[in-house]
């Protein structure tokens, strides 16, 4: 049950695009299409943003994309906003009926 | 409108025990997977357990398998996490959530600190 690995944080200017990636094994982000991915703030709870490798719950803005390669999923924010600025983790299920975390990325929008 | 609320959490000297529960509302609890979810201080999130719609099926992460127990009341719309043998690492906000991997509610977590 070793966590998904995501790059401890990631930057980027206002209105530009980044990427977050979250790498796991073929008995997790690799075996499924439950990869999904949260947004935190600093003493909230997290908001789901993306579940089942792409799809987005209503309310979230489409400037928010997910996709997924082999043991890679990844998370996309376009047009970066300073409301974006979080904590963005991934999750998927695994072949042992568990649940992994990643370990957490910080967007800071500069 | 949807409500989760965490209780049960406070200050425990290792080796103790102490019981979460988390009271549903707004949603057919019992059709739903529910989660629990910790986060220790400064730290990332941490899948805990899970448990079915009917309560007959229970998974955990290794860390916590033989002293944690998740389960369920359906009748009272409640799911609990039995912590038993407390250690020190296990310090975190608890968050209980509905469903496996899309978690779409969370309540607003409850903070266990184990310290002598």
């Known amino acids: 049950q070793s966590a998904l690995t995501q790059p401890a944080s990631v930057s980027g200017s206002p209105g530009q695009s980044i990427t977050i990636s979250c790498t796991g094994t073929?008995?997790?982000?690799?075996?499924?299409?439950?990869v999904s991915w949260y947004q935190q703030y600093p003493g909230k709870a997290p908001k789901l943003m993306i579940y089942?490798?792409?799809n987005r719950p209503s309310g979230v803005p489409d400037r928010f994309s997910g996709s997924k390669s082999g043991n890679t999923a990844s998370l996309a924010i376009s047009g970066l906003q300073a409301e974006d600025e979080a904590d963005y983790y991934c999750?998927?299920?695994?072949?042992?009926?568990?649940?992994?975390f990643g370990g957490g990325t910080k967007v800071t929008v500069i | 409108e949807v409500q989760l609320v965490e209780s049960g959490g406070g200050l425990v000297q290792p080796g103790g025990s102490l019981r979460l529960s988390c009271a549903a509302s707004?949603?057919?609890?019992?059709?739903?997977?529910m989660s629990w979810v910790r986060q220790a201080p400064g730290r990332g999130l941490e899948w805990v357990a899970n448990?079915?719609?009917?309560?007959?099926?229970?998974y955990y992460v290794d860390s916590v398998k033989g002293r944690f127990t998740i389960s369920r009341d359906n009748a009272k719309n409640s799911l609990y996490l039995q912590m038993n043998s407390l250690r020190a690492e296990d310090t975190s906000v608890y968050y209980c959530?509905?469903?496996?991997?899309?978690?779409?509610?969370w309540g607003q977590g409850t903070l266990v600190t184990v310290s002598s």
């Open positions: 959530a509905t469903n496996r991997t899309r978690l779409v509610y």
């Open positions: 707004g949603f057919t609890f019992s059709k739903y997977w």
């Open positions: 448990i079915m719609p009917d309560g007959s099926d229970k």
């Open positions: 073929s008995s997790d982000v690799g075996a499924y299409d439950y």
């Open positions: 089942e490798i792409s």
């Open positions: 999750i998927s299920y695994t072949t042992s009926r568990t649940v992994v």
